[in-house]
């Protein structure tokens, strides 16, 4: 395996992500008394790939075991945190980390260098980070209140985070199947926002993105 540099990094950070995204989805299938732990877990190290593909010196991270070590203590801190009654604390602390890496990939995306494969896949991770935002949102508004979307289960949290998902990236993509929709003024807000992102990103950076590469390749020069 190639190691993770700043001219591959999103390949990993997108396998990472749709690697999450599965997780959640066999532990939506499959769920158990370890079904939070998986998904933390999974989501811990999906933003330390993250935060290690950004890197600019290999002095600053820890691989190996210290790696391991540092995703054990972020799932018991998560799991502390849930079992003291701080879900909101929790969920905060990890919209934080997918805004975080969104903006990091954003400025390497946006404002580094001519435009290769890696950043055409960067914007797809950007629009994949762009819907989990969206989704711990959701989950944000439906702790505080249940009611705000027909079609979630008053459960905890981590129990509804596919569904979250789901609903966000059929939202994101502006599908609308309908099995979940949105019951209060905010989620609503919420919700039509992220479709009008959603069309305007495909429609404006992803496609600016692929031109400029196609200009790139077809200039004279090369």
């Not at 599965?22 to 933390?40: C, F, K």
């Not at 979630?152 to 939202?171: C, D, H, K, L």
Request: some cysteine; overall charge positive; aromatic content about 14%.
């Amino acid at each position: 395996m190639k190691p993770i540099t700043q001219k591959n990094n999103f390949y990993y950070l997108t396998a990472g992500l749709v690697l999450m995204l599965l997780v959640a989805a066999v532990v939506e299938h499959y769920p158990g008394p370890l079904a939070s732990i998986v998904i933390q877990a999974s989501t811990v190290v999906m933003l330390l790939a993250g935060v290690y593909g950004f890197r600019r010196t290999r002095s600053r991270f820890i691989t190996g075991i210290g790696f391991l070590g540092i995703v054990l203590l972020l799932v018991l801190a998560g799991m502390f945190m849930d079992f003291a009654g701080l879900r909101y604390t929790h969920l905060l602390v990890l919209l934080a980390f997918f805004v975080w890496t969104t903006r990091v990939a954003a400025r390497q995306v946006l404002f580094t260098g001519s435009i290769d494969l890696n950043k055409i896949v960067g914007a797809i991770c950007i629009y994949l980070l762009l819907g989990l935002i969206w989704a711990l949102l959701y989950l944000f508004i439906a702790e505080l209140s249940p009611s705000a979307f027909n079609g979630f289960e008053q459960a905890p949290w981590t129990e509804n985070f596919f569904s979250a998902i789901y609903y966000s990236f059929v939202t994101l993509t502006t599908l609308g199947y309908g099995e979940i929709t949105p019951a209060l003024p905010i989620a609503r807000f919420l919700a039509f926002m992220e479709a009008i992102v959603g069309v305007f990103y495909i429609a404006i950076l992803v496609a600016s993105l692929i031109g400029v590469r196609l200009s790139e390749f077809q200039s004279p020069g090369r």
